[in-house]
Every structure is written in structure tokens, then in C-alpha cells.
């Protein structure tokens, strides 16, 4: 461990000890790194004979209730905390409607791992070299000496998921290190791996194969764009969780060096995901349209008729090919 970090987990540590009540904050539409971390926090501040609330603005996914604590993931309520904390987050917006509650406690910390990061708390650590925000949080836990069977699984899990199961460049020897670590702690981590990762659900399969069937490219087959319209939602009987992973498939395609997935979240209303290679930034891409993400993978919001969309984000890619 750098000084600097060190230094950095001892202010984390003291805040902690001067706190009686803390909030733990996830991002909007929470995948399983944010959700991990906050959980593996739960854990450990319980530990310590701390109060603790875990907040988020959108429910759990249902593939992500298997993770040990998800019960107590709730909506942000009314009350002041000694400590708020929020992991995965590259920015006080993506906390949602849950900012206000965030920063009416008396001490704010930030935890994250990607690079288009704007600093929002008293306390920021943040390390962009990392898969997953799950790997901080492991060195975090390991400085205050609270680990546990139950809180490394749950950064395993996060680890699995945000590295594409050690799959995306951002992995590192560190994060194989990280996960053997873990793994010593004596879990199932190839029934986390299923869980986490793996398992999908028929609908899903469904609507996977509805949404691949029509991908279309552009550019050489250097862009391809996959499109969840409701329609299509409706006819699997899936939702915006159900999108999730489906993306990986393009971008896997040898020609493809920009990958989009569109999907409707209502009437002229989308979010979009991005994944690049060959040098090309997602997040570069993302930010152009007030998003953001890492350099392989990232999101943003866009609002207006589907075919403006679509040529927006092809002139953007097509711009850095």
C-alpha cells in the first residue's frame, strides 16, 4: 500500500470511528460492483457496532437478490446520519433523487474507480487502475482488519461482474491476486461466478436473441447498434435489467471497435451502453452526451427521436475510428 492510500484509509477509518449512524449510497439502476461494495460496507460497519442504512433509488435487481444482505437495501428515507458514503459513484448525480440525503449528513466520502470521476464528498478515494471499485474496497477492509467469509464474497462478486469475469483489460495481475485472496476465505466461487455472472433467465435468452437478430453495422462492420424497444420488452416479458451483458456479444465481434446497445426507458427516452477496443475510449464517447464510464465501457442518457439518436452516436464513433 502507497502512503498517500494509506493516509487516505486512515481518515476513511477515523471518520468511521467518529460516526454512530452511517448511510451507504449505490448508483441509480445498481449493478452488482456498487451494490457489492455497499454491502460488504454494511457488513463490516455492522461489525463494528455501527447503525447502517443502505440506500438506492432503484430496486435491486432480481438476478442481484442473491447477494447476502440485499434485503436491506431500501429507498432514502428522511433522517440525518453522522456519515454518508457512496460507492461506484463517478458523480453526485448518479446518486439519483437520494442527493439530498447524501449530503445532509455532517460527512461525506466517495469511493469510486472510474475516470471520469467529479469529486463530490469531503473524502474522495478514488483509483481508476482498478476493475472494479470492489478491489478498493478490499484493500479498505483488509487496512481496518474487518474481513470476513461473508464480506469476500460479496467483493468477489463485484470483482467477477466488473471485470467480465477477468476477462476486460482493466484487469490485472492485481485483481487475480485480489480475487485469490478472496477466494481464501472458503466460499463457493464457482456458485458466486453462476449467480453473479452466468445464470439468465428464459425471458432473458428471449429477448437476447429478439434484440442480436436485428443488430445492425455500419461503417465497414466497425459500429454495430443493438436497439430494446418496449416492443420487444413486452413481447419477452422482460425489462431494463434484463439489457444488461447482451452488449458483450457485439463487441466480441472481430470487426466491431464501437459497440452501442439503445435501450427505450420510455417515449423518446433512452439509455445507452458503449463498449470499445482497439484503443478507442467508451468513456471519451459517453462523455460527449453528458455521460460517462471507463475506458472500455460506459453510458449515457439521451433524449429525442430514435433516428437523430442513432446519428449522433454513429458521427461520435465514427469521429474516433
Known sequence: MIQNEREQFNSVQKAIAQASTISLYTHVNPDCDTLSCALALYHALNSLGKIVDVYCVDPV?????????????????????????????????????????????????????????????????????VS????????????????????????????????????????????????????????????????????????????????????????????????FKQEDFDATSTSMNDTIGTIVSVIDIDSVKVAYAIAEASNKSYKIMIRSKNGIDASDIAREFGGGGHARAAGCRLNGYYEDIVDKLLKVARDRL
Open 132 to 227: 472494479s471499485c470492489a478491489e478498493i474496497l478490499f484493500r479498505l477492509i483488509k487496512h481496518m482488519d474487518i474481513m470476513s467469509k461473508e464480506i469476500a464474497e460479496l467483493l468477489f462478486a463485484g470483482i467477477v461482474t466488473d471485470s467480465g469475469c477477468f476477462q476486460f483489460s482493466s484487469v490485472s495481475k492485481q485483481t487475480h491476486e485480489v480475487a485469490g485472496e478472496l477466494m481464501s476465505y472458503g466460499f463457493d466461487s464457482g456458485k458466486v461466478i453462476y449467480d453473479v455472472f452466468k445464470k439468465t433467465s428464459i425471458n432473458k435468452f428471449m429477448l437476447e436473441n429478439r434484440v442480436l437478430s436485428k443488430c445492425k453495422f455500419y461503417s465497414d462492420n466497425q459500429i454495430a447498434i443493438i436497439t
Open 61 to 129: 435487481p432480481e438476478t442481484l437478490r442473491v447477494l447476502n444482505g440485499a434485503h436491506v437495501v431500501t429507498l432514502p428515507e428522511k433522517k440525518t446520519h453522522d456519515l454518508s458514503i457512496a460507492v461506484d459513484c463517478d458523480g453526485l448525480d448518479r446518486i439519483g433523487n437520494a442527493m439530498k440525503s447524501f449530503l445532509a449528513s455532517k460527512k461525506q466520502i466517495a469511493i469510486d474507480h472510474h475516470k471520469t470521476h467529479r469529486k463530490f464528498s469531503d473524502i474522495t478515494i478514488l483509483d481508476t487502475s
